[in-house]
T-cell receptor
Framework: AQKITQTQPGMFVQEKEAVTLDCTYD???????LFWYKQPSSGEMIFLIY??????QNATEGRYSLNFQKARKSANLVISASQLGDSAMYFC???????????FGTGTSLTVIP | DSGVTQTPKHLITATGQRVTLRCSPR?????VYWYQQSLDQGLQFLIH???????AKGNILERFSAQQFPDLHSELNLSSLELGDSALYFC?????????????????FGPGTRLTVL
């Protein structure tokens, strides 16, 4: 089974609107971390936000928030007030416990429309 | 700037050749990861080194090898290159798995090396 699943290959959002990018994960480890990265067309990978499995509250970083639903094993990224510069690929990732490996999803391409 | 450096930024070579990609992790990070990202593809995990030792292997071809040196920099060697090896190769570093709540420590990515095999 896939460790990380991103089911939306591409998404469009109007500028200034909010958008949710979906991510589901699969693990039996009670301790894990969930991460979102942004990859603009220039290619670099930019860390956005993380959620720990024991965190009681959803993580927020500026316009980014993570809708963490543990029972459903989902960790959706919410971008509020979208900007043109948000157009990029977005990757969801997971690290289990003290595991050595990060698992990445296939990514979602977000396009912000003026 | 993530603090992870990769050289070279771009590399153009011919099929059958061998190249070496270099990565220096963030200061203090003992773990180095290598990823391959082909055109319009996600990230494929290749290999992970921790403090000089190989810790995990992903979808790494036998033609590829890596090592981490005592100063913690890492090199990824790609040999007998094929057209399909053209990709963006990322190095990432992270705090060591054994230090505290490692699951909660993100990876920091270098800018990548774009390899073009002609």
């Amino acid at each position: 089974a896939q460790k990380i699943t991103q089911t939306q290959p591409g998404m469009f959002v109007q500028e200034k609107e909010a958008v949710t990018l979906d991510c589901t994960y699969d693990t039996s480890d009670p301790s894990y971390g969930l991460f979102w990265y942004k990859q603009p067309s220039s290619g670099e990978m930019i860390f956005l936000i993380y959620q720990g499995s024991y965190d009681q509250q959803n993580a927020t970083e500026g316009r980014y928030s993570l809708n963490f639903q543990k029972a459903r094993k989902s960790a959706n990224l919410v971008i509020s007030a979208s900007q043109l510069g948000d157009s990029a690929m977005y990757f969801c990732a997971m690290r289990e416990g003290f595991g050595n490996q990060f698992y990445f999803g296939t990514g979602t391409s977000l396009t912000v429309i003026p | 700037d993530s603090g992870v450096t990769q050289t070279p930024k771009h590399l153009i070579t011919a099929t059958g050749q061998r190249v070496t990609l270099r990565c220096s992790p963030r200061s203090g990070d003992l773990s180095v990861y290598w990823y391959q990202q082909s055109l319009d593809q996600g990230l494929q995990f290749l290999i992970h080194y921790y403090n000089g030792e190989e810790r995990a292997k992903g979808n790494i071809l036998e033609r590829f090898s890596a090592q981490q040196f005592p100063d913690l920099h890492s090199e990824l060697n790609l040999s007998s290159l094929e057209l399909g090896d053209s990709a963006l190769y990322f190095c990432a570093s992270s705090v060591s798995p054994s230090s505290g709540r490692a699951a909660y420590n993100e990876q920091f990515f270098g800018p990548g090396t774009r390899l073009t095999v002609l």
